[in-house]
Structure formats: C-alpha cells, structure tokens
C-alpha cells in the first residue's frame, strides 16, 4: 500500500504586529470598536492612542481619562487645529463615516476609516479622489483582510492547491434583537444588515473571486426598514466556473463559517471565519492538514482578542513608508465592495444616501 504524501499548507507571512513603527494615534468618535481599536495598540502594536474627538466634552474627557491618552476635544475640527498625532481612526456610525473621512483629509492627515468605508459607491470615490489629490494615505479597516488567517487564505489559492474554484459560500449573522434607537436599526446612521455584516463575506468573496458580477439579492427589512437579511448570489469574471453565495442577517446568530471549494479540494474557515482562527485544507484525495492562527494562544505575537492588531500595523507601516494605500485592501477593492452593496441593497431596499449631518438629533 503506497503512503499519501502529507499536505502541506503555507504558513503565514505576516509580521508581528509589535514590530510596525509606531504611530500617535488620533480616535474619532469613541465608542465599541474605538474602545477595541485603542486597547489593542497599547497591548498588541508600538503605537499608542494620544487624542481622541468626541461630540461631546465628558465623553472625550472620559475615554482620554481611562486610556490615558493626552488630550480630548468635543469635536474634530478642534481636534485636527490642535494636532499632535501622525494619523487618524474614525469610529463613527457609517453616516459619518464620508464627512469626517472629507474633514481629516483636507486638514492634511492620514485616515485609517472603519468599514463599511461608506454608505455609498459614490462616497467611496469621493474620498478616494480626495486622499489621491492631496497624497494622504487612505484604507478601509476591514480588519480581517490583515490577519495571518487571510494572509494564508491569499497563499493557498495564489498556489492552485485546489484547482478551479466553483464555490464560496460565508455568512454573517447576528443576533440584534429590534431597537429603534440602536445605530444597526437606525435609517439615518447607515443601519442595517448589509453595511454592518455583510460587508464581511461580500469582501471575502471580493477578495477570492476578484469582483462580484451578476450580483442578485433577496432580503427582509425591518420594522424600520432597514435590511434585515439578505442573501446574495453572485459570479466574477475572472473564477467564470464560481459562484459566491453571502448570507447577512441582524436577525439570528449564525456559525459564520465560510468554505471555498475548488475542483482539487476545500478551504475552511471555522469559527467567525473573518476574526483569527486556523484555516483548513481537504483535498478529494483525503489529505487534510491545518494552519494555526498565531493569535489563537496568548503565547503568539498577540492574543486572541487584538486581532485590529494588524490593521493598525498594516496602516503604521504603509503611512510610515509614504504609501497611500495597501495592497491588501486597496482603493479599488473598497470601491468594489462598496459597488456590490449598493448593488444588493438596490435589489432589497431603496438606495441610501446620506441624510444632512444633525448629530445631535441622532441616536448614539
Ligand atoms: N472592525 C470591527 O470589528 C467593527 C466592530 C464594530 C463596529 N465597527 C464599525 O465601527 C463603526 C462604529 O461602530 P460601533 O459599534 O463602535 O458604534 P458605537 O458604539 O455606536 O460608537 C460610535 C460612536 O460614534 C459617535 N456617534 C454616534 N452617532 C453619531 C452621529 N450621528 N454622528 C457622528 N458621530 C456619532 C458616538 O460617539 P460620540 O457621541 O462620543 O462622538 C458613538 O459612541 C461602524 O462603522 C461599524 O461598522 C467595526
């Protein structure tokens, strides 16, 4: 009896984040994921949270005073004539996101801007116009595309290891019981299942496949008529034999697993398949092997729970070197995902655009 061969998987090229120049961080509108975003630079990168605008005094005050950063404006003009920091992370609801991003960049700073980068295709070209006329580095803090787990997902395929692709299926759920004052609910604040969650596998599917074609969508709304679960089929020109299929729903928890099949063998993402974790490997001849994310012990680069690690990373490194983008989440790719929402959502909601800027009239 002839032994299989074991099958080897490429492991992952990306640096430890710690090792990334460090950079003074400047937060906008501190909330969950600003919270996230500066205790993983203090704990995970050499860089460091140093100011933070919010809209209001006691806010900025507050978070300055449990992160210890320098200082705290109650808004990002005063922020930006102040200065004191290399670059920029905004945090706000998707309605902001457009604005603030306009104001950062012509004040002249970098912007590390969260996703869904905007509520609209056409906002997305606007800021990336903007950041390319005045030579400022601009990314979308799609967090997942920088982790070691994506970086070997891009190595297998890149290796033809499982020949043609002919499927990619990933889901994002989660449970967000109805609240109409919560931002996910919220119309005006860029609600809704797609800009949230479905920015996920949508982006996946962007990355794997290249971009999405024939996209068709179906979906629910809420009571508040934002997007409550879609589903999305779609091809690309260059996998002609694949088809993505992308579930987002506010309505239920899911496994958020993703696979890519090919004709060789399977890829697997368990787990939340766009947070750290392994990647798997099934070959039709029944060889399978694993890859280990480094996150997924504390003895690793960084623990588990800093996966925005590598975002931050990725953002010092690239600003550091003068470069405007990253290749790993570049302008068009952001545009491109941006294009499929607005896409999809046209096939389940009335298109968005933004409302005027009330802030102060609008739920937190
Ligand atoms: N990468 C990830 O894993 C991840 C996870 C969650 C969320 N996100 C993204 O991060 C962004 C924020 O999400 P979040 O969950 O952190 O939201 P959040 O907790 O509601 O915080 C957003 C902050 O924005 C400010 N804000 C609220 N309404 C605003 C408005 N109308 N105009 C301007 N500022 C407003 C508030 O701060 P002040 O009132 O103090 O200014 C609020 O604390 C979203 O784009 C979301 O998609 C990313």
Do not use: C
């Amino acid at each position: 009896m002839t032994s299989r061969p074991p099958l080897e998987l490429p492991v992952s090229a990306v640096a430890d984040p710690r090792e990334a120049p460090p950079l003074r961080w400047a937060v906008v509108s501190p909330g969950h994921i600003a919270t996230q975003f500066t205790e993983t630079l203090g704990r995970a990168t050499a860089s460091r949270a140093v100011a933070v605008a919010s809209r209001s005094t006691e806010r900025a005050e507050a978070f300055a005073r449990t992160h210890g950063l320098d200082a705290a404006f109650d808004s990002l003009p005063r922020m930006l004539a102040a200065g004191g920091f290399d670059a920029v992370y905004i945090a706000s609801p998707h309605s902001a996101h457009h604005q603030m991003a306009r104001t950062v960049l012509e004040a002249g700073y970098p912007v590390l801007l969260e996703k869904a980068f905007t509520m609209t295709a056409d906002e997305a070209r606007d800021l990336v116009g903007l950041a390319r006329e005045r030579g400022l580095f601009l990314m979308e803090a799609l967090w997942s595309r920088f982790l070691p787990r994506f970086d070997v997902v891009r190595s297998v395929l890149a290796s033809g290891l499982l020949g043609e692709i002919v499927s990619l299926r990933a889901t994002h759920g989660q449970h967000f019981p109805f609240d109409p004052g919560h931002r996910l609910h919220a119309p005006q604040l860029g609600g809704g299942a797609l800009l949230d969650l479905g920015v996920y596998p949508l982006s996946f599917a962007q990355m794997v496949l290249g971009d999405l074609t024939e996209l068709t969508a179906s979906g629910t709304l809420t009571p508040a008529g934002v997007d409550e679960t879609v589903h999305v089929l779609a091809s690309s020109t260059a996998h002609p034999r694949a088809r993505a299929s992308l579930v987002s729903t506010l309505a239920a928890r899911a496994g958020n697993d993703a696979e890519i099949l090919g004709t060789e063998g399977r890829l697997v993402l368990e787990g939340m398949f766009f947070a750290p974790g392994e990647v798997r490997v099934e070959m039709h001849d029944g060889s399978t092997a694993s890859v280990p994310d480094p996150t997924s012990t504390h003895d690793g680069p960084v623990g588990p729970d800093d996966g925005l690690a590598y975002e931050a990373a990725e953002a010092a490194r690239r600003i550091t070197a003068g470069d405007l983008e990253s290749p790993l989440m570049t302008w068009h790719d952001t545009i491109a995902v941006m294009e499929a929402l607005d896409a999809a959502r046209a096939q389940v909601a009335a298109p968005r655009t933004t409302p005027d800027a009330r802030p102060e009239e609008t739920a937190r």
